[in-house]
């Protein structure tokens, strides 16, 4: 038997040995595991088995393949920066967030030049966004030392997703998608390519992203699923979210196109009056840490999942922005 590749070990000893894990698999642990055993530990602590790395079935194995085994297109479309590349040749720059400045290292002096609404995020991680309304109202100081706390991290430590260590880390300045609500919703497009046959796609909505955040899944013709993607996010009953876009075949065909190349991607995006903007190209949400009821969707939606995965050649002459200075980006960018 060998732990690191394969571990096929009976349902009962894995459920133990999760439980005396559970409370004890810390970072410091983690740190001084051998890389198998940190994969595997990871791995059983959030689904209650051992994952198959040799011959990955499920979504979540595949998930936790591309974590341990990155490629190195999931590094340059993970960076939010150099993806925006890929998604004005794929399906045009109209689609991209208007960004207004991108560094590697913030002053206070550098908020003078941004206008007066704004999302400051990184390129390099999830969960690390900022929603300025009126810049007046906020303390500079406390926004520069929040973005370089945010540079200092390295996210790819924090859930065992590799490619995200390759990103060199940028804060980014992004024109605020803000209604009257606050953000819009989120459509989050999951888009399987299987070996043979048609695309699969599901789309996930979360709404109230900082406030009472709902979950909606839908079909690509809008009806439910037969399934739930986690057990912590209640359904939303707002109409706004129950009924569909009215540009949601135009969506659909975005995430399609930009997750062609791929077995599987998740396509963020957002509808903002009346248009549709890319937030964000993902390659192991969640990492791989969300559950599937009833369970056996985790195999069904595995095997709609491309495998194994190819490399993708980069596009010619890609599009950097960064050094230390702050950059005019709108201008870089073109």
């Given at each position: 038997?060998?732990?690191?590749?394969?571990?096929?070990?009976?349902?009962?000893?894995?459920?133990?040995?999760?439980?005396?894990?559970?409370?004890?698999?810390?970072?410091?642990?983690?740190?001084?595991?051998?890389?198998?055993?940190?994969?595997?530990?990871?791995?059983?602590?959030?689904?209650?088995?051992?994952?198959?790395?040799?011959?990955?079935?499920?979504?979540?194995?595949?998930?936790?393949?591309?974590?341990?085994?990155?490629l190195p297109h999931f590094s340059r479309l993970a960076d939010k920066v150099l993806?925006?590349?890929?998604?004005?040749?794929?399906?045009?720059?109209?689609?991209?967030?208007?960004?207004?400045?991108?560094?590697?290292?913030?002053?206070?002096?550098?908020?003078e030049h941004l206008p007066d609404s704004f999302v400051m995020k990184t390129n390099?991680?999830?969960?690390?966004?900022?929603?300025?309304?009126?810049?007046?109202?906020?303390?500079?100081?406390?926004?520069?030392?929040?973005?370089?706390?945010?540079?200092?991290?390295?996210?790819?430590?924090?859930?065992?997703?590799?490619?995200?260590?390759?990103?060199?880390?940028?804060?980014?300045?992004?024109?605020?998608?803000?209604?009257?609500?606050?953000?819009?919703?989120?459509?989050?497009?999951?888009?399987?390519?299987?070996?043979?046959?048609?695309?699969?796609?599901?789309?996930?909505?979360?709404?109230?992203?900082?406030?009472?955040?709902?979950?909606?899944?839908?079909?690509?013709?809008?009806?439910?699923?037969?399934?739930?993607?986690?057990?912590?996010?209640?359904?939303?009953?707002?109409?706004?979210?129950?009924?569909?876009?009215?540009?949601?075949?135009?969506?659909?065909?975005?995430?399609?196109?930009?997750?062609?190349?791929?077995?599987?991607?998740?396509?963020?995006?957002?509808?903002?009056?009346?248009?549709?903007?890319?937030?964000?190209?993902?390659?192991?949400?969640?990492?791989?840490?969300?559950?599937?009821?009833?369970?056996?969707?985790?195999?069904?939606?595995?095997?709609?999942?491309?495998?194994?995965?190819?490399?993708?050649?980069?596009?010619?002459?890609?599009?950097?922005?960064?050094?230390?200075?702050?950059?005019?980006?709108?201008?870089?960018?073109?």
């Open positions: 038997m060998h732990w690191g590749v394969d571990m096929d070990i009976a349902g009962k000893f894995a459920e133990k040995l999760m439980n005396a894990m559970r409370y004890s698999l810390t970072s410091s642990v983690v740190e001084v595991l051998p890389e198998w055993a940190e994969y595997q530990l990871r791995y059983l602590k959030r689904h209650g088995r051992f994952c198959s790395f040799s011959n990955p079935q499920s979504l979540t194995e595949k998930l936790h393949h591309r974590m341990r085994y990155p993806a925006r590349e890929y998604i004005g040749a794929t399906v045009g720059e109209r689609f991209n967030v208007p960004l207004y400045a991108a560094a590697e290292l913030l002053t206070a002096s550098q908020f390099n991680s999830s969960g690390s966004v900022r929603i300025v309304p009126d810049k007046s109202k906020e303390d500079v100081s406390e926004l520069t030392a929040l973005g370089n706390a945010w540079l200092r991290e390295d996210f790819s430590r924090r859930r065992g997703e590799r490619h995200y260590k390759a990103i060199r880390p940028q804060v980014l300045f992004e024109q605020a998608l803000l209604t009257a609500d606050g953000p819009p919703a989120d459509y989050k497009v999951h888009v399987f390519n299987p070996a043979e046959g048609e695309s699969f796609l599901f789309i996930q909505v979360i709404n109230g992203r900082f406030g009472r955040m709902t979950q909606n899944l839908f079909s690509e013709d809008w009806q439910g699923l037969p399934f739930r993607l986690g057990d912590k996010l209640s359904p939303s009953t707002d109409a706004q979210v129950t009924r569909p876009p009215a540009v949601l075949a135009e969506l659909l065909d975005v995430a399609r196109r930009l997750a062609q190349p791929f077995g599987y991607a998740r396509v963020d995006m957002y509808v903002y009056e009346g248009r549709i903007y890319v937030g964000e190209i993902t390659f192991t949400p969640g990492a791989g840490a969300f559950k599937l009821y009833p369970e056996e969707w985790d195999r069904k939606l595995g095997a709609l999942f491309r495998w194994p995965e190819l490399p993708v050649p980069p596009q010619d002459a890609p599009v950097v922005v960064r050094g230390g200075r702050f950059h005019d980006a709108v201008n870089e960018l073109g």
